[in-house]
């Protein structure tokens, strides 16, 4: 059983700020990537940052110089920093991580219950 749960969402002002924190837990043997998407109603899922485990990062074009995406290894969690936030960023963020779990020869892929970020004033 592996699970990823997120938390930090919540309602913001235009130009506030939030952190996101997704924890993954289980049997875990190595985590790979870890990624955050977002989806608002009627929408594609859309990938918003990810983090590879050589700590290279990559962004949408429309959260690049706004949002970090980081990692804590000993936590085995992936925070997103979101700042100067915009009315379009809101939306139902979802961790991800591509990880192999304790035995397995095979890299899976993990999605969290995702967690609701509203900018609005």
């Known amino acids: 059983q592996v699970q990823l749960v997120e938390s930090g969402g919540g309602l913001v002002q235009p130009g506030g700020s939030l952190r996101l924190s997704c924890a993954a837990s289980?049997?875990?043997?190595?985590?790979?990537?870890m990624g955050w998407y977002r989806q608002t109603p009627g929408s594609q899922r859309e990938q918003v940052a990810v983090?590879?485990?050589?700590?290279?990062?990559n962004y949408v074009d429309s959260v690049k110089g706004r949002f970090t995406i980081s990692r804590d290894n000993a936590k085995n969690t992936v925070y997103l920093q979101m700042t100067s936030l915009k009315p379009e960023d809101t939306a139902v963020y979802y961790c991800?991580?591509?990880?192999?779990?304790?035995?397995?020869?095979?890299?899976?892929?993990?999605w969290g219950q995702g967690t609701q970020v509203t900018v609005s004033s």
């Open positions: 991800h991580s591509h990880l192999v779990r304790v035995h397995a020869r095979y890299l899976g892929s993990y």
């Open positions: 289980g049997d875990i043997f190595s985590i790979d990537s």
């Open positions: 983090i590879a485990s050589t700590g290279t990062t």
